[in-house]
């Protein structure tokens, strides 16, 4: 063995080697020996010895981070998605039969593997043969590391764990384990564990915090001694994601029972949850984050619970809790009166209110959802009356009229000179549509002066067969019939800025009033209060739905950014509904 090979190979192991070579007297047999002494000198073995230690060196290292921890997953996505076209060119069958070579999954397994730090040794559970009434007792040795163990009320950043008194017996016991810590990767820890001893320091009559005062106290190792659990939760970390749908700082949470443990996320964040086992708190890591310990947030049926309360005592104090908006912005709604003095447009007559205000945005479930060659999500631009939605639909179908393009709407009224049908609309009886809307064959529909307007589902999904991006701008009503996995669409709500700025930039642009039939005219004070009141109320009942949002100040940026948004779905694996990609 030259010395200059020796040199890169594991130190421990030619220690190991060195001892193995002076040691007499072992009880084994020149062929064992031997065995062993070729196996401490295998390439092989001193290989695979510097990647694990490479991987442990590196795991907290800045340099080298996991860009995603499902690559296995993403593979047999892709494989789905070849095998579901009706030509493979021949790049796509090599592809298609590359992937499913045992090498390739291999490799992407051990990265998995690494990226979620699934490469720790997992010890056998201690066998509970007993006798008669004695009971299995088990130790663990951890390192004390940054990761919390904690009590109802206060923590300590020990071994990622929470401990609780229990409520029946007065026991220490283990609340939960956190995924990824030191004590999920012992695999020796489990909920419901009863903490006989810490450091050889007995717990009973304590409370959580004299424990948490032990082990502020320890040093290096922390022995626990543990009456296991008679059963235990072995199940694999949950694969779900989902997006968040409000800010969430565990810091200011008066219930959680380990502020240290929290999980800090902002709306439209997307969490990997890997437990529910917590009826109360779930336990999560942010997707993409390098930090592979999960930390806790509430739990969706704790989160509505505390929705439902804010409501409630709104109502008791006497507030709307949805935004006032006045009938103005909604013409030919049953609570409007008033004659409506705006363009045809087309309205869903049917609003319901208190559909909307029952529905509580927590988290949703999300897959990622690949783009498809010839195969585009349709765009709908949400927002108030008066924001500049139509605009934005105009210029980016100026920008490529063979690729953009919105639907033909269908209309009861007579077909005029010069018209024809299909083209400016689709002409047919009143009979026929009225049985149509009452089928559900509209995404929305509205009447003026007593003809009914509609845009049919058909006709949005005929754009979207031919190979074309169909642009839609809505009310906002028609996203119950929009959002569905048939369509997919990717949903941009067109925002407006403050007051003060949307006054200033329409003046100086000198916008005509959308309100005004002939466009003779600029907005209103009245006018533009309503679009401000208007997209609150749409914010606050529709915002869980939208993909993106644009603030409408300036026109030009509010165009690039619409632009760069088409430009990203067709290029770019983005989070959808779980249910759309099943």
């Known amino acids: ?33 031997g065995f062993l002494s070729n196996l401490l000198q295998s390439k092989e073995l001193h290989a695979l010895v510097n990647v694990h230690n490479t991987i442990i060196s590196n795991g907290s290292s800045d340099r080298f981070f996991p860009l995603l921890s499902t690559s296995l997953d993403i593979l047999t996505e892709i494989l789905e998605e070849i095998a579901q076209r009706p030509y493979m060119s021949p790049d796509c069958k090599e592809l298609f039969y590359l992937l499913q070579k045992p090498h390739i999954q291999g490799v992407l397994y051990s990265h998995d593997s690494v990226a979620q730090k699934d490469y720790y040794p997992h010890l056998p559970e201690i066998p509970r043969e007993v006798e008669d009434d004695e009971e299995t007792i088990k130790i663990v040795q951890l390192v004390k590391s940054s990761e919390p163990l904690a009590g109802a009320q206060s923590a300590e950043p020990v071994v990622g764990a929470t401990i609780k008194t229990d409520e029946s017996t007065g026991k220490i016991v283990i609340a939960r384990v956190m995924h990824g810590g030191a004590a999920d990767r012992s695999g020796l820890i489990h909920p419901g564990d009863e903490v006989v001893e810490v450091n050889n320091i007995s717990v009973e009559g304590k409370t959580p915090n004299d424990v948490l005062q032990i082990l502020q106290n320890s040093e290096g190792t922390i022995t626990f001694k543990l009456i ?34 929290g999980l800090d996320f902002v709306k439209g964040d997307v969490l990997h949850i890997v437990s529910q086992d917590d009826a109360y708190w779930w336990q999560a890591r942010k997707e993409g984050d390098r930090n592979m310990r999960a930390g806790l947030i509430p739990s969706r049926a704790l989160q509505e619970r505390r929705i439902i309360h804010v409501r409630t005592q709104a109502v008791k104090n006497g507030e709307d809790a949805l935004p006032v908006l006045t009938c103005s912005q ?3 709604s049953p609570r409007c009166t008033s004659k409506p003095k705006t363009k045809k447009i087309i309205y869903d007559i049917a609003e319901n209110d208190d559909f909307d205000r029952e529905e509580i945005a927590t988290y949703e479930e999300v897959a990622k959802l690949y783009p498809r060659p010839g195969m585009y999500r349709p765009i709908v631009l949400i927002g108030a009356p008066g924001i500049g939605r139509n605009e934005l639909k105009r210029r980016l179908i100026d920008t490529n009229v063979n690729k953009y393009r919105t639907p033909t709407p269908f209309t009861t009224r007579t077909m005029r000179p010069g018209e024809e049908d299909g083209k400016e609309y689709f002409f047919v009886s009143r009979e026929v549509m009225e049985k149509d809307i009452e089928e559900g064959k509209f995404i929305e529909f509205g009447e003026y002066k007593g003809n009914l307007y509609g845009t049919s589902t058909e006709s949005v999904k005929a754009i979207i067969n031919a190979g074309k991006v169909c642009i839609l701008n809505p009310h906002y009503q028609a996203l119950k019939m929009l959002r569905t996995p048939q369509l997919k669409p990717y949903i941009i709500y067109i925002k407006p800025p403050n007051l003060e700025t949307l006054k200033e930039t329409r003046s100086a642009f000198r916008a005509r009033s959308t309100f005004d039939i002939n466009n003779s005219r600029g907005f209103t004070d009245d006018e533009f209060n309503d679009i401000i009141k208007s997209a609150a109320r749409i914010e606050f009942l529709y915002d869980h739905f939208f993909d993106e949002t644009i603030v409408n100040a300036d026109l030009a940026v509010a165009f690039s950014q619409l632009v760069s948004a088409a430009n990203r779905l067709e290029s770019e694996p983005l989070w959808v509904p779980a249910s759309w990609v099943q």
């Open 1 to 33: 063995m030259a010395n200059g090979t020796k040199e890169k190979w594991d130190p421990a192991l030619t220690r190991l080697l060195t001892s193995l070579q002076q040691a007499t007297n072992l009880p084994s047999t020149e062929e064992e020996l």
């Open 228 to 261: 296991p659990a008679d059963s235990k939760s072995g199940i694999r970390e949950s694969k779900v994601r989902v997006r968040a749908h409000f800010n969430y700082d565990s810091s200011t949470d008066p219930y959680i029972p380990c502020k240290e443990a």
């Open 330 to 332: 909604f013409p030919k």
